[in-house]
């Protein structure tokens, strides 16, 4: 099992920016790609981003190309997400999840190991 701890949410004001970490430990060594995932109150848990553990392979949802930015570290088994010119409407609880196995890189089933979540509120 993979043990994921995100921080860095916050209140930010539109137009702002704002960085999540995630930091994974226990069994890092069977992650093969780290995503982020965001639900916002009343709404279903939806596809943010997700990097491949090797290699750099990198996918965004719609929503955010463009202004948001997965990166990794893997020495230290951390993820961020680098969110820039932040709307309202990407308030949400954020989430961090590895994935280990098979299975596409942006639907929640393919990810085993989740974290607590960060929550991120935008001003208008």
């Known amino acids: 099992q993979v043990q994921l701890v995100e921080s860095g949410g916050g209140l930010v004001q539109a137009g702002g920016s704002l960085r999540l970490s995630c930091a994974a430990s226990g069994r890092t060594f069977s992650i093969r790609a780290m995503g982020w995932f965001r639900q916002a109150p009343g709404s279903e848990r939806e596809f943010v981003a997700a990097?491949?553990?090797?290699?750099?392979?990198?996918y965004y949802a719609d929503s955010v190309k463009g202004r948001f930015t997965i990166s990794r570290d893997n020495a230290k088994n951390m993820v961020y997400l680098q969110m820039n010119s932040l709307k309202p409407e990407d308030t949400a609880v954020y989430y961090c999840?590895?994935?280990?196995?098979?299975?596409?890189?942006?639907?929640?089933?393919?990810?085993?190991?989740w974290g607590q979540g960060t929550q991120l509120t935008v001003s208008a």
């Open positions: 999840a590895a994935k280990s196995g098979s299975g596409t890189y942006i639907e929640l089933k393919s990810y085993g190991s």
């Open positions: 990097i491949s553990w090797i290699g750099y392979s990198t």
